[in-house]
């Protein structure tokens, strides 16, 4: 069974920085691209990083420069750390495990981010 657990979502003022956490269960993660998405109150869910099994990092246009991604195999961990965070980035932040040539995706329940102005 897959399991993706989030953690390190919580309240922090603007221009504060989190780190959150997924770890992975239930696959190889090694073999596995990890993706981070978001879904602000009212809004659809959009894409905000993703580091590939070979380590590149792909960011969005609105984090990069201030989001960092980061895997640890040995610990079936991915680690987004956000700096300078926006009022407008408050959302519940959803990790993404997906292997090349699969069409399944294993998401995670979610960790609330809230950024107070």
């Known amino acids: 069974q897959v399991q993706l657990v989030e953690s390190g979502g919580g309240l922090v003022q603007a221009g504060g920085s989190l780190r959150l956490s997924c770890v992975a269960s239930?696959?190889?993660?090694?073999?596995?691209?990890m993706g981070w998405y978001r879904r602000a109150p009212g809004k659809q869910r959009e894409f905000v990083a993703i580091?590939?099994?070979?380590?590149?990092?792909n960011f969005a246009y609105s984090v990069e420069g201030r989001f960092t991604l980061s895997r640890d195999n040995a610990k079936n961990t991915v680690y987004l750390q956000m700096n300078s965070l926006k009022p407008e980035e408050t959302a519940v932040y959803y990790c993404?495990?997906?292997?090349?040539?699969?069409?399944?995706?294993?998401w995670g329940n979610g960790t609330l981010v809230t950024v107070s102005s």
């Open positions: 993404k495990a997906n292997r090349i040539g699969s069409p399944v995706d294993y």
């Open positions: 239930g696959i190889i993660f090694s073999n596995y691209a």
């Open positions: 580091i590939t099994s070979g380590g590149r990092t």
